[in-house]
């Protein structure tokens, strides 16, 4: 398994942007997909954006053009580039690694991401 630590969460207005890091201890790292979830109060947990081990990114549709996941694997950091940041954003958001030996993945502790006036 691999352990994750998120960061740069905070109070944004709208407009604004955030770059969130995930940052994993444990080798191996280039081999997981990595992928970043979020969790609005009242909803589940939804899939934001993941990454591959080439380098394939994925969207949801609420997010395209705006968010951007990269991978850094010499730093075994993953980054989440969020730019003109909307109310609707607001949730925590939670940084996730698996593979094919843990398809059920690890998960992060979580970084509060507050979009308002």
């Known amino acids: 398994q691999v352990q994750l630590v998120e960061s740069g969460?905070?109070?944004?207005?709208?407009?604004?942007?955030?770059?969130?890091?995930?940052?994993?201890?444990?080798?191996?790292?280039?081999?997981?997909v990595m992928g970043w979830y979020r969790q609005a109060p009242g909803n589940q947990r939804e899939l934001v954006t993941s990454i591959t081990t080439d380098?394939?990114?994925?969207?949801?549709?609420?997010?395209?053009?705006?968010?951007?996941?990269s991978r850094d694997n010499a730093k075994k950091t993953v980054y989440l580039q969020m730019n003109n940041l909307k109310p609707e954003d607001t949730a925590v958001y939670y940084c996730n690694a698996h593979n094919r030996l843990f398809p059920g993945g690890s998960w992060g502790q979580g970084t509060q991401v507050t979009v308002s006036s």
């Open 55 to 69: 380098g394939t990114t994925n969207y949801a549709e609420s997010v395209k053009g705006r968010f951007t996941i």
């Open 9 to 32: 969460g905070g109070l944004v207005q709208p407009g604004g942007s955030l770059r969130l890091s995930c940052a994993a201890s444990g080798r191996f790292f280039s081999t997981f």
